[in-house]
């Protein structure tokens, strides 16, 4: 069964330091978004992305952050300069449409340190 | 604003018994929502959706009942079983022209199934 796959499935970074957590959609899918957990809390919008560029993002998509298909299998999702806010489970998601069923990725769970 | 939420945070339940797991949204101009499943350290896995034109929508040992007029959504699960413990999400979309796919998502019931 075709599956969302995310690497790494866990980073530690320093504060300051630039992270990029990676993922490969659904082939035939054309939505993709990121999602984020804070640990015990709700899964958080980030961002969606269709046809090689933003359709939305929240408001904690911030400067700081960036996604980029770079080729056609992958989607990451960059942060520019971590803070320790950041700490998160960060998820991967794809659909075939907007208005179905988006599939999730295992997440990355970032720790800034 | 936008939310979207849970009644209650865990739910406790002999097994072999039913669950109901239940949703509030706010934003009655929502017309699509899927419930998730979330076991430890893993991702949201899609149980079932359900859409704005329907009442209920029933799968496996899983049935979704959505009441508009109370902007109410439940999930319902027969026969409860071990692996069925984990945190379940409701999320809603919001349609139209400008739907870009974006989920908010609820604040999560935890799932305890009791042997």
């Known amino acids: 069964e075709p599956e969302v796959t995310q690497t790494p499935s866990h980073q530690v970074t320093q504060m300051g330091q630039e992270v990029i957590l990676r993922c490969v959609p659904i082939?035939?899918?054309?939505?993709f978004y990121w999602y984020r957990q804070i640990l015990g809390q709700k899964v958080e919008f980030l961002v969606s992305?269709?046809?090689?560029?933003?359709?939305?993002k929240s408001e904690i998509f911030d400067d700081q952050f960036s996604v980029e298909r770079p080729d056609g299998s992958n989607f990451t999702l960059k942060i520019r300069s971590t803070k320790l806010e950041d700490s998160a489970m960060y998820f991967c998601?794809?659909?075939?449409?907007?208005?179905?069923?988006?599939?999730f990725g295992q997440g990355t769970r970032l720790t800034v340190v | 604003g936008e939310s979207v939420g849970l009644h209650l945070p865990t739910l406790s339940v002999q097994e072999g018994d039913n669950s109901i797991i239940n949703c509030a949204y706010s934003?009655?101009?929502?017309?699509?929502f899927i419930w998730y499943k979330q076991e430890s350290g893993k991702g949201p896995q899609f149980i079932i959706d359900?859409?704005?034109?329907?009442d209920k929508r029933q799968g496996q040992r899983v049935t979704v009942l959505l009441n508009k007029t109370v902007k109410h959504l439940s999930l319902q699960i027969a026969a409860t079983q071990p692996g069925d413990s984990a945190v379940y999400f409701c999320?809603?979309?919001?349609?139209?022209?400008?739907?870009?796919?974006?989920?908010?998502f609820g604040q999560g019931t935890t799932l305890q199934v009791k042997p």
């Open positions: 998601a794809s659909s075939g449409h907007p208005n179905t069923e988006a599939f």
């Open positions: 359900i859409r704005s034109n329907m």
């Open positions: 934003n009655s101009a929502s017309d699509y």
């Open positions: 992305f269709y046809n090689n560029e933003i359709s939305e």
């Open positions: 082939s035939n899918h054309l939505y």
């Open positions: 999320a809603e979309n919001l349609h139209g022209s400008s739907n870009t796919g974006k989920l908010i």
